[in-house]
């Protein structure tokens, strides 16, 4: 399946309704990654506090390696490929047309990084672990 439409297991989505539970009610902006799993991840809170989350390209996941690539594969037949990847440890790699390459990635970080200043105190943003891992 295309990273960015994979939806959220069961347990996901528990979670989701405990961390919308934890969150500021009254939020001054909702921002979200454009990737299935991440809007699935916010609407649970954005129903409760009546508030739409906002798509913002910049919080998208990483995409090591291109949908394309692994098409047909099961994980055994992917993990390889991926631990090859990772390993190399090379930032200018690029795994398929529809990949980033680490570079790419840490740009776009950077880049909201520096929208970060100006977004409103209370801002809740909803994202994926290897984005919020990096250092700010």
């Known amino acids: ?10 347990r ?3 979670q989701a ?3 919308a539970e934890l969150l ?5 902006l909702v921002l979200v990654s454009p990737y299935v799993r991440a809007r699935d991840t916010a609407r ?4 409760r506090v009546g508030r739409e989350a906002e798509v913002h390209p910049l919080l998208q996941e990483f995409s090591a390696l291109d949908p394309e690539l692994l098409h047909g594969m099961t994980g055994e037949q992917r993990r390889p490929i ?3 990847h990772w390993q190399a440890a090379d930032p200018t790699v690029r795994m398929g047309a529809h990949a980033d390459t680490f570079l790419e ?3 776009r970080v950077g880049a909201f990084m520096l929208e970060l200043p100006g977004l409103p105190d209370n ?4 994202g994926h672990g290897i984005w919020f891992a990096l250092p700010w």
């Open 1 to 10: 399946m295309e990273h960015a439409l994979i939806p959220l297991s069961p």
């Open 12 to 14: 996901g989505l528990a």
């Open 17 to 19: 309704a405990c961390v």
């Open 24 to 28: 500021p009610a009254e939020p001054a």
């Open 44 to 47: 649970p809170y954005c129903l």
């Open 82 to 84: 991926a631990d090859a």
């Open 105 to 107: 990635f840490d740009a």
């Open 123 to 126: 801002s809740i943003l909803f």
